[in-house]
């Protein structure tokens, strides 16, 4: 990460609370930010009431960055302007405590990578006014407009192959499958593929005609059979009677 360009220390309040669970009895998150707030060695107790108590835990530097104004800025536009606080189980046998403030920061992108994190707690509190206004004060001094600049998609080459960007993927997938030899885009033995009924042999993959489906349908009509050259010439054939004499 680049040098910090400002920065401001800020007291973390945490706040323990009873909760009625059979699995934990008690719960921890961030409730408050004291701008300005002195460096302390060890948690101070500061207020509590019936089944909750409040800590000052930390005193830690809220650190702005010239090329983060972005996030500062999304956050003072929202309805209520935050100051994201990161509490870690502590990791210290000889620690009171079995908790820590382990970061503080006002850029939302930036409080984003701890949301996922199983052990880490995440929560946002109300900005003072002092920070929101420390905050704007540095956005207008370090903020620059960048424009933007849409991704031109590249034409599909089928040389190329692959999920191009602006391809096809079904006209990839097909191209490099009849590169690459793939049995199924061809015909298959003993399947009729188009109306010539082709089929393929198993060893070659020779391609030749099956006439036995033409012999077949020859002989269920007569007509049929003597155009294919299989039964007598028309002259052999003698006319029909009918059964009913007239």
Same mark, same amino acid.
């Given at each position: 990460?680049?040098?910090?360009?400002?920065?401001?220390? =800020?007291?973390?309040?945490?706040?323990?609370?009873?909760?009625?669970?059979?699995?934990?009895?008690?719960?921890?998150?961030?409730?408050?930010?004291?701008?300005?707030?002195?460096? =302390?060695?060890?948690?101070?107790?500061?207020?509590?009431?019936?089944?909750?108590?409040?800590?000052?835990?930390? *005193?830690?530097?809220?650190? %702005?960055?010239?090329?983060?104004?972005?996030?500062?800025?999304?956050?003072?536009?929202?309805?209520?302007?935050?100051?994201?606080?990161? %509490?870690? +189980?502590?990791?210290? +046998?000889?620690?009171?405590?079995?908790?820590?403030?382990?970061?503080?920061?006002?850029? +939302?992108?930036?409080?984003?990578?701890?949301?996922? &994190?199983?052990?880490? =707690?995440?929560?946002?509190? $109300?900005?003072?006014?002092?920070?929101?206004?420390?905050?704007?004060?540095?956005?207008?001094?370090?903020?620059?407009?960048?424009?933007?600049?849409?991704?031109?998609?590249?034409?599909?080459? +089928?040389?190329?192959?692959? %999920?191009?960007?602006?391809?096809?993927?079904?006209?990839?997938?097909?191209?490099?499958?009849?590169?690459?030899?793939?049995?199924?885009?061809?015909?298959?033995?003993?399947?009729?593929?188009?109306?010539?009924?082709?089929? &393929?042999?198993? &060893?070659?993959?020779? =391609?030749?005609?099956? *006439?036995?489906?033409?012999?077949?349908?020859?002989?269920?009509?007569?007509?049929?059979?003597?155009?294919?050259?299989?039964?007598?010439?028309?002259?052999?054939?003698? $006319?029909? &009677?009918?059964?009913?004499?007239?």
């Amino acid at each position: 990460m680049s040098q910090a360009t400002d920065r401001m220390p =800020i007291g973390v309040v945490v706040e323990r609370r009873e909760i009625d669970n059979k699995w934990i009895d008690h719960t921890w998150q961030p409730v408050a930010v004291i701008p300005g707030a002195p460096p =302390i060695h060890e948690w101070r107790h500061m207020v509590e009431g019936d089944g909750w108590v409040q800590y000052h835990a930390a *005193t830690l530097d809220i650190e %702005l960055f010239a090329k983060e104004t972005e996030g500062y800025r999304e956050n003072l536009l929202g309805m209520q302007p935050a100051v994201y606080v990161v %509490l870690r +189980p502590n990791t210290n +046998p000889e620690d009171a405590h079995e908790i820590e403030v382990f970061h503080v920061t006002v850029c +939302p992108y930036e409080a984003a990578k701890f949301v996922d &994190t199983m052990d880490d =707690i995440m929560e946002s509190v $109300p900005m003072p006014p002092e920070i929101g206004a420390w905050v704007r004060e540095f956005i207008e001094k370090h903020h620059v407009e960048r424009p933007f600049i849409k991704r031109q998609r590249l034409p599909y080459d +089928p040389r190329k192959g692959g %999920l191009g960007r602006g391809g096809s993927p079904g006209a990839v997938m097909r191209g490099s499958r009849r590169r690459r030899g793939d049995s199924r885009m061809r015909p298959r033995p003993g399947r009729r593929h188009g109306a010539g009924h082709w089929r &393929t042999s198993g &060893t070659n993959r020779s =391609i030749r005609p099956m *006439t036995a489906p033409i012999r077949f349908r020859a002989q269920s009509n007569p007509s049929r059979r003597r155009s294919a050259g299989i039964g007598p010439p028309a002259s052999a054939v003698p $006319p029909t &009677t009918s059964s009913r004499s007239s």
